[in-house]
């Protein structure tokens, strides 16, 4: 089973769920990405068609081509485990309760950086780490021009199609840890109370979503795209993040 879906130009069937059989669920498909080629890998980017700042795959194979042939397992969506700690303490007529939870060993395709990294249209700040002789450490390819290709005479070895964005370079380590919510009340004591005829009064602050502690670079590791089905999740493309709030209130009881 497999869901193909486009943005960017890209058909991007493996860069969601397959399932597959005998392979665990949750797999993400597509193809393997190791950063860029350095100047002193020229002779080997060559031999892929490759100038040095050029994409650097994965070649599965090992026949000197990159093709579908190429595709190999790039991220699992389901986490090893979720948690979560929930806690209530009380002192005099204060109380603290909140809920902290959180997933370890997921990943998610961050779909949404296909497009704000194209050299063409990209608008993402990563774009400024791109490759050049003085900043080969990056992940993100060289502005190489059509001149300069035909000018190196090389024949190109990579054909990706329009399977382009199934990269693993879009893959990201999901795992978070969140205050989901917490709340501090305080209950007035009856005997300032009373004289207004109120059985309870009690005001409170609660918040929600107030920390999250992740490496994920989109804007909420909370997320999945596409909730049809659960071989689906694991997505992330142009969600709203989850909201952060902060609620004031009073209970009253007559």
């Known amino acids: 089973m497999e869901f193909r879906t486009t943005y960017g130009g890209y058909s991007l069937k493996a860069g969601f769920m397959q399932l597959r059989v005998g392979e665990p669920f949750g797999q993400m498909y597509g193809y393997g990405y190791e950063g860029t080629w350095k100047t002193s890998e020229a002779a080997e980017a060559a031999a892929f068609g490759q100038l040095p700042g050029d994409p650097k795959y994965t070649d599965v194979n090992q026949d000197k081509r990159i093709n579908s042939s190429d595709i190999m397992i790039m991220g699992n969506a389901i986490p090893d485990f979720i948690f979560g700690w929930s806690n209530r303490v009380s002192y005099n007529n204060f109380e603290l309760t909140l809920l902290i939870q959180g997933s370890k060993g997921n990943d998610i395709f961050n779909q949404g950086r296909i497009r704000l990294e194209n050299i063409v249209e990209g608008t993402s700040i990563r774009l400024l780490d791109r490759w050049t002789e003085n900043n080969q450490d990056t992940d993100v390819p060289a502005f190489i021009d059509a001149v300069t290709r035909q000018n190196a005479g090389l024949e190109n070895r990579v054909s990706l199609g329009s399977d382009g964005g199934r990269l693993q370079r879009y893959v990201e380590d999901g795992s978070y840890v969140r205050l989901k919510n917490v709340t501090l009340g305080y209950s007035v004591p009856s005997s300032l109370i009373n004289r207004i005829k109120v059985t309870k009064l009690r005001v409170y602050v609660s918040g929600t979503n107030?920390?999250?502690?992740?490496?994920?670079?989109?804007?909420?590791?909370?997320?999945?795209?596409?909730?049809?089905?659960?071989?689906?999740?694991?997505?992330?493309?142009?969600?709203?993040?989850?909201?952060?709030?902060?609620?004031?209130?009073?209970?009253?009881?007559?």
């Open 210 to 254: 107030l920390i999250t502690l992740t490496k994920y670079t989109g804007y909420d590791p909370e997320v999945s795209a596409y909730n049809r089905n659960d071989a689906q999740i694991g997505v992330d493309l142009s969600n709203y993040p989850t909201a952060k709030t902060i609620t004031f209130g009073i209970d009253v009881t007559f």
